[in-house]
Structures are given as structure tokens and as C-alpha cells.
């Protein structure tokens, strides 16, 4: 299946058709299928979802149309789903969140009371700011105010082209109220709850609540009604109308939810993600960060997908992987995700305006603020290469134990659980039990095996067994993997016994023989040298700005020579003057600019403004033609970067060495670096390899031959016409990193593989390592390697 790709388009500004359509055309040059239009930290105007809003989003989505990109809406102003901003909880207050806790002091509003080895116990019921997804009426009028306004209010032609709704992160409650919840823990609630499991089950619910939090005689069995009551009561209050209104009107619902990672997570947040991704149309998962983080969701949804849909899945990616991320990670990532069977990607995200509160939005935003936006389209194209190598086809079904991990999960194991992703969560009887049947699936995954993924209920309610084979929805199965945790009711158990009686193979834990891969290299040749000369270029230099008065900055820098320069601002600003001289301020499609003319310079300068929109200190940088030196020395900091204490100096462009272009004067440098030299091939080659270069990625022209793009690992280019012996000119574009401009620099881990926007701000969170100090910032300036050695290896068939 070919996969497709898109952008979370994050609408952070007032709404300008111009810009909007001049976005859309980038988007289509990238390579992307489609956008999904995302208001985020939206500035209301025009206001949302009102008829000025629709009349522009209109026409939007109608020039999307004309350039053949499809376009999705993200069904809410912000995130999690379900609020329309807020104004829903004003009109339906009692469409509210709601939650038990588990206290040892009397809340206002007790809901159950109880004694545990000699001690009183309370389960106080709390409200949040969140909807209420158990509430069946809630959902209605989320549908009402949001997808109906939508399909009544957009021009009719935009409505039809619009080809999905995006719903993010719904759940049962408990994870948007994460920082409100007790060390005790907390359940999710809705009213009705206890009439509801009395229907099911016949039983006080009330009465045996304490159960959920303290081991005693019947809990295992009462957690697993509980559980799963609120998981069937999520789906059909919340998932099933939305994705049934899609379905109406022509539409897909997409959505992922939180907290899908793994089965321990999955429990409080949605039970289990096997029964709610296959309600879902196009049924999705977040997989943010940068590095592969867990091969059991990925292969969830697509196992869903294969079973119950038509083999189609969605993700939402590598959102938080930072500035320093680059086309080798991202081509990584998303190979990936390809090899678990995704087949929509959506990148996480694009920011509509870059200012500085969005440049440390869950960067990176990409592509178009990427220093390598122009090599995406390659990312693409190798991308799409790998996906039509790649099969979901599978004869084996590994059984995840939800149930299992439901009978032993206590609800103060999430207070002590990483909210962000559950890579870290409590040793305990369901925290062993996790672990264990990851480790199990990670042995499943390097054997290189064929499998899909169910939970036992899932198997329960649609496993037949079909001439010696198990089908689970469009699939067939002959062998089955679980382990000691996984839980079968008597019909699970029946079905097992019919299945192996009638040839089919259950194996009790996962002992599978790796299967290597044999796969084919370019044979490399002779090492030649070549002597680089950078071509003159356009640098950087980032400033720290302090606070001087309300909305007021003040930045300085040192120079030892005298030259032009235009200072940049991420945010729009109402003043700026240079050592005491006012500057005029041009307004920039992401930020502001500002002339220096050469004959203002000092040997220190001091640049002062004021933001128009100051929600974090600014950045700013000053652009021209010269080298930042550092005063002090160069050193190797961590998570491949280099680093030094500073301070920096401008200096005139003098030639420097491309082995190391940090030192050499270009460590904040956004722009490509051009370098031009000469090979003598000994022997005709098929391609060249750059053992040495060290940049974000590079472009490689040789003899007037476009060759293309290249990047880490390999550093290779394979040309279309052979390289025949004798000399050569070549040009090498070096990319340098966008962490180098960007930052965080003075991180003390450097360019961290997820970066939150309180990495910007040095506040130690869930993504720093547990070690770290409360303040994460260094003396220290932190930056990407930027350079290219004169080793090139010729490469042959």
C-alpha cells in the first residue's frame, strides 16, 4: 500500500488567505497528499467556528482542492478533543469530567466510604476542565457544535472535498487531569456508572469500589468487569457517533487516543486500544519523538486496521523530536512505523507563524522551518521506496494480556507513570506483567516474524475457527503466541481447545528462530582527496535577550570589525533601535527585520525592542557577512554535539578550513554552506561516498550533474551517468543542523532526542533523564557538528 503523507497544520494566528494559500502551495511542493488544518493557541480572529472563520476556511479548502492536496479538519480549537474551546462546558456544565479519588481525609462530595485494615478510606468525586467522554450527551452536542457546524456552515463544495475529521486524544479522563490526581490514585466516573454495571453484572458497584484500589477476595474479577464496562462505555458514548456521523456524510473519522503505547497505559486511559481502534474509521495512534519507541501500538493499530478495516491506519509523528532532527532520522522513523504496517503519516507539525512561543511548540516544525526542507521531497521518495518492499500479511497472532494486567493494575501506579509516553511506570504485579510480555513481543519483532496483535477479548468476540485456522475479522491465523498473563473466559478457552484440535499451533511464549536478512551494498573503491573552498555565505548569530521594562528586551554583542547586518525577530515588534539608533522595522512572514547599516557598529552594540505579543522571551539573531568566533575553546558535549562557554565575536570572513566550520566561524549558521573542489578518479565509479561530511544533510553536484541529496548513515550518491576517470568538479551543499539556530543551546544534554517546551525554558520534565537537576540549564553553548573532510570513497557495482 503507498503510503501518504501529511501536516498538522497548526493555526497559532489570525487567519490571512494569502499566507494560508501560499502555505498550501508549499505543501504541494513537498510532496505532501493532503494538510490537516489544526487551530492551535488560536488567536480567535476571526473568532472560531464563526461564519467570517468558515467563509475564509472555505476558500482554503477550495484552493487546497485546486492543487490537489486533500484536506482534513482537527475537530477541535486546542487540544484534547471534545471542549470546542471551552464554550461547550459554558453552554452543558454538566458534560464535565469527572473522577474519583481515593483520600484518607473526608471530601465535600464523598461518593463511597470504607475501612482497610483499620484505617478510613474516601473516595471523593472531582471535576476537571476536560469532557466527560462516558456521557453520551456530551458527545452529542460536541457533534452538534463542531462537525455540524462545520458541514452547515462551510460552503458546500469545501465541505465535500473535506475528506476527514481528526479527533486527538480522547480518553477516559484521567490523564488531562494528571496533575490533579492524588498519590492514592483516582478511577474515571460519569454519574451513571453504578446503574450501568448494575445492568451488566447484577452487582453493587458502590459497594465494591474498594476493591479497584486494594487487593481482597473477588478483585481480580470485579477489575475486569470495571474496566471493560468503561472501556464498551467510552466507544459507545464517544467513539461510535462521531465516527457514524463521518460515515454519513461521506466522511473518515480518524483518531487516536491517549495513552496507546502499551497495555499497562492503555488500562486507565482506554482500557484497551484493540476495542476502540476498530470503531474508529481510520483508526490512528501519536508516535512523537524522534527514535523508534516500542514496537507493540504501532503494530496495534495496524493489526486493527488489517482485521477489522481495510488495511489502512494513520499516525500522528515525531513531534518533540527537536530541532536537531534531520533527514536520517525522520527517513528512520518513518520506516519504522511503515514496517508495523502505518499508512497515513501525519508530521507533528507545521507552524503557521513561527514566533518564538511556536518555534518551542513540541518542535521541530517541519518542513517548511526545516534548514532542510528542500531535501523532504527525497525523504519522501526513499520512504515510499521502502513501503513497496513491505508486507502486513501475517499467519501468526500474538495475544496482548490486557486482562491479565487489568486484574493487578491499582490506580496510584499512573501518579507514579511517565504521562507523556509510560516509558517509565511502577514495579508492580501489572508493571512486571507488562514488562514481560514486551520483552516477549521484542523477541517476536527480531526473530523478523510475520505477526499481528489482538487482546483476548477482542479474539473472544470474533474468533471463529475456519478449516484448521483462526479468523479474526478479514484475517486468518494458524499459530497463536501468549504468555501466563494473558486471561481467557470459558468461551476463550472453548475456542483455544477448537483450534488446536483442529491443527492450529499455540505457542505459550514466543521461541522463534531469527530469520536473517540478506540484503545487497554498492562495493566501495580507491580514497581520493579533495581540497574544499567554501564559497562566501550568509551567517548568523543567535542573542540572548533580558527583560528591561514591560515587553522590553535589551541584546549585545561584540564585533572587531565594521559591517552590514539585519537583525531578525521570531515575533512582530513595535520598536528597535541599534546603540541608540532607531531602526526601521520590516514585517516578515514569520517575524520581523531590521536593517543595520555598517556605520552604527561599535565594538560592543547593544540592540533594543519591544514585542508586540510577548508571551516568552524573544528570540532574535543578527544575519550577515562575517564569522562568529568563540573566545574560548571547542570541546565534545553530549548527544553528538560540540560545545563551548563562549562568549562570540563577529569577525571578517577570512578562509577557513571545512573540516570543522563550528569552530571555523559558522556555529549558528540556518543557511547551506557551498563548497567547491576537485577529484582525480583513478577508475571509472557508479557513485561517490563522504565518509567525513558532518552536517544535517548535504547536496551534491558534480560536472554541472545534479546527484541529488544525501545523508547519515552512509553518505552516499549514486549517479545516472558514470563517473569516467580523470578529473572532476564537484559542489557539496552542506545543510547544517536546525538545532544550531534554533536550540535549546545551553540544554546540559545537548539536542535531546524529544524536546517540550520546557526544555526552552530549562525546567527539568518527564522527557529530561530522572537524574537531572531541577534547572537544566549549562554554561555551556551547545551545537550540532557542521563540516566536511577531504576523504571521498569511490563506490562501483
Not at 457544535?145 to 473535506?162: I, Q
Not at 525523504?379 to 486482562?403: C, D, E, Q, Y
Request: hydrophobic share 35%; glycine share 8%.
Amino acid at each position: 500500500m503507498i503510503p501518504r503523507f501529511y501536516t498538522l497544520w497548526a493555526i497559532n494566528a489570525p487567519l490571512n488567505e494569502r499566507r494560508l494559500f501560499h502555505q498550501l502551495e508549499l505543501m504541494q511542493s513537498w510532496g505532501l497528499n493532503g494538510v490537516v488544518f489544526h487551530p492551535r493557541f488560536y488567536p480567535n480572529i476571526p473568532p472560531y467556528l464563526s461564519d467570517d472563520y468558515l467563509r475564509i476556511l472555505s476558500r482554503v479548502i477550495l484552493y487546497a482542492r485546486s492543487l490537489g492536496l486533500e484536506f482534513w479538519i482537527y475537530d477541535e480549537n486546542g487540544w484534547p478533543s471534545g471542549t470546542v474551546g471551552g464554550e461547550l462546558l459554558k453552554h452543558y456544565p454538566d458534560d464535565t469530567q469527572r473522577w474519583l479519588s481515593l483520600t484518607a481525609e473526608r471530601p465535600d462530595d464523598c461518593a463511597s466510604e470504607f475501612k482497610r485494615e483499620g484505617r478510613q478510606w474516601y473516595l471523593g468525586c472531582h471535576q476537571g476542565i476536560g469532557l466527560d467522554y462516558l456521557k453520551p450527551e456530551a458527545s452529542h452536542h460536541f457533534l452538534q457544535m463542531t462537525y455540524e457546524r462545520y458541514r452547515t456552515g462551510l460552503d458546500p463544495a469545501a465541505f465535500e472535498h473535506v475528506s476527514a475529521f481528526f479527533s486527538d486524544e480522547p480518553e477516559f479522563g484521567l490523564a488531562h487531569a494528571y496533575d490533579s490526581l492524588p498519590k492514592g490514585g483516582a478511577i474515571p466516573w460519569t454519574p451513571r456508572l453504578p446503574e450501568l454495571f448494575h445492568d451488566r453484572h447484577g452487582e453493587d458497584l458502590l459497594a465494591q469500589l474498594p476493591l479497584l484500589f486494594f487487593p481482597d477476595e473477588g478483585y481480580r474479577e470485579l477489575r475486569v468487569k470495571f474496566w471493560e464496562l468503561l472501556t464498551d462505555l467510552f466507544v459507545e458514548s464517544f467513539i461510535v457517533p462521531i465516527d457514524q456521523w463521518c460515515r454519513k456524510h461521506g466522511k473518515r473519522f480518524t483518531a487516536h487516543v491517549k495513552g496507546e503505547e502499551h497495555p499497562l497505559f492503555q488500562v486507565p486511559m482506554s482500557g484497551s486500544c484493540h476495542q476502540v481502534l476498530r470503531h474508529i474509521g481510520l483508526p490512528g495512534i501519536d508516535a512523537l519523538e524522534r527514535f523508534p519507541s516500542g514496537h507493540f501500538f504501532p503494530r496495534q493499530v495496524a493489526s486493527v486496521a488489517q482485521q477489522f478495516g481495510n488495511g489502512e491506519c494513520m499516525v500522528e509523528c515525531f513531534g518533540g523530536a527537536g530541532w536537531g532532527a534531520g533527514p536520517e532520522d525522520l527517513e528512520r522513523y518513518l520506516n519504522w512505523l511503515i514496517g508495523h504496517g502505518l499508512t497515513h503519516f501525519v508530521t507533528h507539525l507545521y507552524q503557521y507563524r513561527l514566533t518564538t512561543h511556536a518555534l518551542q511548540d513540541w518542535p521541530p516544525s517541519h518542513p517548511g522551518h526545516m534548514t532542510w526542507a528542500e531535501a523532504w521531497p527525497e525523504v519522501i521518495k526513499r520512504v515510499k521506496g521502502f513501503a513497496a518492499k513491505t508486507s502486513m500479511n501475517a499467519n501468526t497472532l500474538v495475544i496482548a494480556p490486557h486482562r491479565g494486567i487489568m486484574e493487578e493494575f491499582e490506580p496510584w501506579e499512573l501518579t507514579q507513570t511517565n504521562i507523556h509516553n509510560a516509558a517509565t511506570y511502577p514495579d508492580t504485579a501489572a508493571g512486571r506483567l507488562n514488562t514481560e510480555f514486551l520483552r516477549m513481543l521484542g523477541r517476536i519483532q527480531a526473530s523478523g516474524s510475520a505477526y499481528h496483535v489482538s487482546d483476548e477479548r477482542s479474539v473472544e468476540q470474533n474468533g471463529e475457527i475456519v478449516s484448521g485456522r483462526l479468523r479474526v475479522g478479514h484475517c486468518h491465523y494458524d499459530t497463536i503466541i501468549s504468555n501466563h498473563a494473558v486471561k481467557w473466559t470459558a468461551e476463550g478457552v472453548d475456542l483455544l481447545k477448537r483450534f488446536e484440535a483442529d491443527g492450529g499451533v499455540i505457542l505459550r511464549e514466543a521461541r522463534i528462530v531469527p530469520v536473517r536478512e540478506v540484503t545487497s551494498a554498492p562495493v566501495s573503491g580507491a580514497v581520493c582527496d579533495v581540497v574544499w573552498k567554501l564559497k562566501p555565505a550568509n551567517n548568523d548569530l543567535v542573542l540572548e535577550a533580558e527583560p528591561c521594562g514591560d515587553s522590553q528586551f535589551v541584546a549585545s554583542f561584540e564585533v572587531n570589525a565594521r559591517m552590514e547586518m539585519d537583525v531578525f525577530f521570531a515575533d512582530d515588534i513595535d520598536a528597535s533601535s541599534f546603540n541608540g539608533q532607531q531602526l526601521e522595522i520590516e514585517r516578515m512572514e514569520d517575524g520581523s527585520i531590521c536593517h543595520v547599516p555598517c556605520d552604527y557598529l561599535q565594538q560592543r552594540n547593544e540592540i533594543r525592542f519591544q514585542c508586540l505579543d510577548q508571551r516568552t522571551t524573544p528570540f532574535l539573531a543578527v544575519r550577515g557577512k562575517f564569522l562568529v568566533r568563540s573566545l574560548s575553546s571547542y570541546v565534545g558535549g553530549t548527544n553528538h554535539t560540540i560545545k563551548t562557554p563562549g562568549p562570540f565575536v563577529l569577525d571578517d570572513v577570512t578562509e577557513k578550513s571545512a573540516h570543522d566550520l563550528i569552530e571555523a566561524g559558522y556555529p549558528f549558521c540556518r543557511s547551506p554552506l557551498t563548497l567547491i573542489g576537485d577529484i582525480e578518479l583513478r577508475e571509472a565509479a557508479r557513485g561517490l561516498q563522504f565518509p567525513d561530511i558532518q552536517a544535517a544533510c548535504a547536496h551534491l553536484t558534480i560536472d554541472d550533474q545534479d546527484c541529488g541529496w544525501c545523508w547519515g548513515p552512509d553518505w552516499q550518491i549514486l549517479v545516472n551517468k558514470p563517473l569516467i576517470t580523470g578529473r572532476h568538479h564537484i559542489e557539496a551543499k552542506l545543510v547544517p543542523s536546525t538545532f544550531n539556530f534554533f536550540g535549546p543551546h545551553h540544554h546540559i544534554d545537548g539536542d535531546c532526542h524529544v524536546v517540550t517546551p520546557y526544555h526552552f525554558l530549562y525546567q527539568k520534565n518527564f522527557a529530561d533523564r530522572a537524574d537531572a537537576p531541577q534547572s537544566t540549564r549549562g554554561s555551556f553553548w551547545h551545537f550540532k557538528p557542521l563540516g566536511i573532510g577531504g576523504r571521498v570513497q569511490t563506490i562501483h557495482k
